[in-house]
């Protein structure tokens, strides 16, 4: 089992900034791929960056490329998703997801692929 806590959501305006947090805890999380998604009303979840649980590889949806970045810190057991000129569109509950992965050193880019879930942090971006 891995236990998720995500942190550091809140209304920001137009063209801010925030950093989302993620602790685990249950697993080694050196062996753990990360990702960050986000469901905003009457819409599906959908990925927003993605890690491999060594941090060599990320990936990034084309709608936050360029202003998001997801990094983790093993030593902390947490990811972070740094967000910058943020846009009313981002505005969604946000989630980070965990995937026990001993043996791959590789990303999970869909929900899917994850078995863990954080409770959610909303993110309220004003125009």
């Known amino acids: 089992q891995v236990q998720l806590v995500e942190s550091g959501g809140g209304l920001v305006q137009a063209g801010g900034s925030l950093r989302l947090s993620c602790a685990a805890s249950?697993?080694?999380?050196?062996?753990?791929?990360m990702g960050w998604f986000r469901q905003a009303p009457g819409k599906e979840r959908e990925t927003v960056a993605a890690?491999?649980?060594?941090?060599?590889?990320?990936y990034y949806d084309d709608s936050v490329k360029g202003r998001f970045t997801i990094s983790r810190d093993n030593a902390k057991n947490t990811v972070y998703l740094q967000m910058n000129s943020l846009k009313p569109e981002d505005t969604a509950v946000y989630y980070c997801?965990?995937?026990?992965?001993?043996?791959?050193?590789?990303?999970?880019?869909?929900?899917?692929?994850?078995?863990?879930w954080g409770q959610g942090t909303q993110v309220t971006v004003s125009s």
């Open positions: 249950g697993r080694t999380f050196s062996n753990i791929a």
């Open positions: 890690i491999s649980r060594s941090g060599g590889t990320t």
């Open positions: 997801a965990a995937q026990v992965r001993a043996f791959l050193d590789t990303l999970i880019q869909t929900s899917s692929g994850y078995s863990y």
